[in-house]
């Protein structure tokens, strides 16, 4: 049944309640006590959701209307208690500067080189910054320094790119101090950056006293041998003065001189190793300007004198004109180059030495000229007692001592024994065992002048061959594949033979297919594959120079122009047609030892 509509008293207090939410939505102090309680409860629960709607809306657009006032006088970054407060013009409570580098902003990671932003929108909330200034720049002028910082009047206000233009100054070197802070004005920020600036040297001197010249500086003029010198130097009027650097400068410009052949060259600092300095005079006494007259050997005889002065760079040059400085550091470097070839011959036990006694020779000034003099001293020479081998399983001890030529008996050789290890290795090669490693120990005996000659053998695993994807790239490529592989002897399931992988890559060289410029050209590379197919079955893979550049052809469909390794696969995608059966993985397993499966 329905319900009976209000009447009566009820319904005159129910008319008056709603007037009073409609005009004071906050509160009714017109109904009393009796009169709520006497009204339905209904009613009354729909009363108060009226009023924490109606007050939860106005709370909104106070809210709303007091966010961009906030925002105008608070940190992009920080809220500001005193917003509200602030008045156009007025000093910011919490200082008339501020550090914009805070801790959160030194933690967060910078780009120092991010380009300047451009044209930046502001959006509701952000605040411009109205100037930039620049404190304390007395050599360095303010266009030169806003160069390098990205913050610019009507941009927004960021803490981070301030955070980023310190840090791009601090590297130019410019300055040694620099310290930002902000202002507040009307409409925005004024940011200034407080700098020290380091001082600066004002000139580059240098005041050479010269000696005997070569020559060749007949034709080189006085500007052109400043811009050298200067050049050396790496210092220019505006650079830091900083005395450690003008040190730096004062040995760079003393070793020139010395690699030219002014042995006797001295370089002093006049000014520039004092902080107070503005300047960097540096005094050059040249001296006389020395080239090698001759080079004499004393103590050889294993070697002609010949023959050693091909191993040296200290020797006289063209007609005693072009090349041949007198170089200390180069005579060194040549008695090592001695010993290591002596070495090399089997005297363990040789010293170099050197001598310079000055001569006039028919030189251009017919100047004392130095002859430098190397003094040897050979000492014994090693002979080997014994050969051994260990670790050798695949191959008997009698077939490796026919494949050397180093055998007891004889001198020690270097250059022989890396012979008889490679050798070796292409003996092990040819089985399928590619990746066999030899090392050589020579042993010496309690009595002087012999040595025993250990080789260690680590035969590893034999190998056979996977499935090949030749690249053949270029400019222009057209090449087949098929000419590439037709001439490769090594095919999937062969046991690999590395001196078959060899004559592969003479056949490719004179096919006068492929471009051999520069001594660039066709190469089989092999190496084992990734560990994970190790563990089942190891495999071939092949790859051309690292610069394929240097021969021509054509890529597989797809690639173009790109470089790609010749990689072994166990899929049958490419190669189908020419190696049958269908399935290399089961015909041709790439198993340890030549097995099968």
Same mark, same amino acid.
């Given at each position: ?16 309640? %709603?007037?009073?939410? @409609? ?10 006590? =009796?009169? *709520? ?73 910078? =780009?120092? =080189? ?10 509701? /909330? ?7 200034? +620049? ?46 802070? $902000? ?11 407080? !700098?020290?600036? *380091? ?11 010269? /000696?005997? /010249? ?31 650097? !003008? #040190? ?23 000014? /520039?190793?004092?902080?107070?300095? *503005? ?45 041949? #400085? ?16 002596? %070495? ?43 050969? @051994? ?7 008997? $001890? ?8 180093? $055998? ?38 309690? #009595? ?32 087949? +594949? ?30 006068? !297919? ?42 597989? =469909?797809?690639?173009?122009? %790109? ?12 190669? #189908? ?21």
């Amino acid at each position: 049944m329905g319900q009976k509509p209000p009447g009566g008293s009820e319904f005159a207090l129910f008319r008056s309640a %709603r007037s009073c939410i @409609s005009t004071r939505p906050f509160g009714c102090s017109e109904l009393s006590h =009796d009169d *709520r309680s006497a009204m339905p409860r209904a009613r009354r629960m729909r009363i108060a959701t009226r009023q924490i709607v109606f007050a939860a809306a106005v709370g909104s657009v106070l809210l709303m209307a007091a966010v961009p006032a906030w925002g105008q006088w608070s940190s992009p970054s920080m809220g500001s208690p005193y917003g509200s407060n602030l008045r156009p013009g007025a000093s910011d409570p919490r200082g008339l500067s501020r550090d914009p580098l805070t801790k959160p902003a030194e933690k967060t990671e910078v =780009d120092d =080189d991010d380009p300047a932003p451009r044209n930046v929108p502001l959006m509701p /909330g952000d605040i411009p910054v109205v100037e930039v200034r +620049i404190v304390g720049n007395q050599v360095f002028k303010k266009e030169q320094i806003l160069r390098y910082i990205h913050t610019r009047a009507g941009r927004p206000y960021s803490e981070m790119q301030i955070a980023r233009d310190v840090r791009r100054l601090n590297k130019t070197g410019m300055f040694s101090y620099i310290k930002p802070s $902000t202002q507040v004005v009307a409409g925005g920020y004024v940011v200034i950056f407080n !700098v020290i600036e *380091r001082p600066t040297l004002t000139d580059v001197i240098f005041v050479r006293k010269k /000696g005997g /010249g070569g020559f060749e500086n007949l034709f080189t003029s006085e500007k052109r041998q400043e811009e050298k010198l200067r050049k050396e130097a790496d210092l220019k009027p505006g650079d830091p003065a900083d005395p450690y650097r !003008v #040190e730096e400068a004062r040995r760079a410009i003393e070793e020139y001189y010395h690699q030219k052949g002014y042995t006797l060259a001295r370089v002093t600092i006049h000014e /520039g190793d004092k902080p107070e300095d *503005r300047r960097a005079v540096f005094i050059i006494n040249e001296g006389p300007k020395y080239k090698i007259a001759w080079t004499e050997f004393v103590g050889n005889t294993i070697a002609t004198d010949g023959r050693l002065r091909t191993l040296i760079e200290s020797k006289p040059g063209i007609l005693w004109t072009f090349k041949g #400085e007198f170089d200390q550091k180069k005579i060194e470097a040549d008695k090592d180059a001695l010993v290591a070839y002596y %070495r090399g011959l089997g005297f363990f036990h040789a010293r170099v030495g050197h001598e310079v006694s000055y001569s006039t020779v028919p030189y251009f000034w017919s100047e004392p000229s130095p002859v430098v003099t190397f003094i040897i001293d050979e000492g014994p020479r090693w002979k080997i007692r014994d050969v @051994s081998f260990i670790g050798n399983s695949k191959i008997d $001890t009698a077939r490796l001592n026919e494949s050397i030529k180093l $055998t007891p008996g004889e001198y020690f050789k270097q250059d022989a024994m890396t012979a008889d290890i490679r050798k070796m290795r292409e003996e092990y090669g040819s089985m399928g065992y590619i990746f066999t490693e030899v090392k050589a120990e020579p042993r010496f005996l309690e #009595e002087p002048g012999e040595l025993d000659l250990v080789y260690s053998i680590t035969e590893g695993d034999r190998y056979r061959a996977g499935r090949m994807i030749p690249q053949i790239g270029g400019e222009s490529p057209h090449t087949k +594949i098929t000419v590439l592989l037709n001439q490769t002897s090594v095919h999937p399931g062969d046991i690999i033979d590395v001196r078959e992988i060899r004559a592969s890559e003479r056949r490719y060289q004179f096919s006068q !297919v492929f471009n051999m410029e520069m001594g660039r050209g066709p190469k089989i590379v092999f190496s084992p594959d990734d560990a994970t197919d190790l563990e089942k079955e190891p495999a071939q893979i092949a790859r051309p120079p690292q610069d394929s550049g240097g021969f021509r052809g054509q890529s597989p =469909d797809g690639f173009g122009d %790109r470089r790609l390794p010749i990689v072994p696969s166990l899929r049958p995608e490419p190669f #189908e047609s020419w190696f049958a059966p269908r399935q290399p993985r089961e015909s041709w397993p790439l198993l340890r030892d030549g097995g099968t499966r």
